[in-house]
């Protein structure tokens, strides 16, 4: 799905190197995209990890967001299907993620095509259990047209007034139309294929 697993892959497998690409899965930008901007009220919180909400104390971040007169909505991965997720995104103007990693971030991915730019928490390292480190990312998809990373709660206060200035210059939606739709997704497999 992304770059940093094929490296991942290679780091425990090095006999596959040659034999791995990127392929990232599209979405129905039909069903995610939704135009009516000025209904747009909320700040979407997703949370992806259960060790996460102990990690960041999101609790100060949601009371700074407060102090901005944000309001918000927190959806928790697992907790949810389309028809919801898609509600709460059509609400909302922009979204904040909380993640360690994502492979792709499909999650991400609905939210741009919902013309939804994201917040998104900036990780490069995992750690579980006894296993080495793993490089990896929390957003590998993003990118100008679709949001910014901040790092930690002091470099958030930074990045969100940063993210406000520039809200206007995201276009998550059209980044999705010209490279992550269900349709540019096969067209990449095909491709992929045929150079076989």
């Known amino acids: 799905p992304s770059q940093w697993v094929i490296n991942y892959y290679l780091k425990d497998l090095p006999n596959l190197s040659n034999k791995l690409v990127s392929w990232p899965a599209g979405v129905d930008l039909s069903y995610w995209r939704y135009n009516e901007f000025g209904k747009r009220k ?110 930690d709660f002091e470099n958030f206060k930074t990045q969100i007034n940063l993210f406000v200035k520039k809200y206007n210059l995201f276009q998550s939606s059209k980044w999705v139309e010209n490279n992550m739709t269900n349709k540019k997704s096969v067209e990449k497999l095909l491709e992929l294929i045929n150079n076989i």
């Open 42 to 151: 909320l700040v979407l919180i997703y949370i992806k990890q259960s060790n996460t909400k102990k990690k960041f104390i999101i609790g100060k971040y949601l009371k700074y967001l407060k102090s901005l007169n944000f309001n918000y909505k927190i959806i928790y991965y697992g907790s949810y299907n389309n028809i919801y997720y898609r509600k709460i995104l059509h609400q909302s103007k922009f979204a904040i993620f909380f993640s360690n990693s994502e492979s792709q971030g499909i999650a991400l991915l609905e939210s741009w095509a919902a013309g939804v730019p994201t917040l998104v928490f900036y990780n490069n390292v995992l750690k579980y259990k006894n296993y080495p480190d793993i490089i990896c990312e929390t957003a590998p998809y993003l990118n100008d047209s679709n949001g910014l990373y901040f790092k």
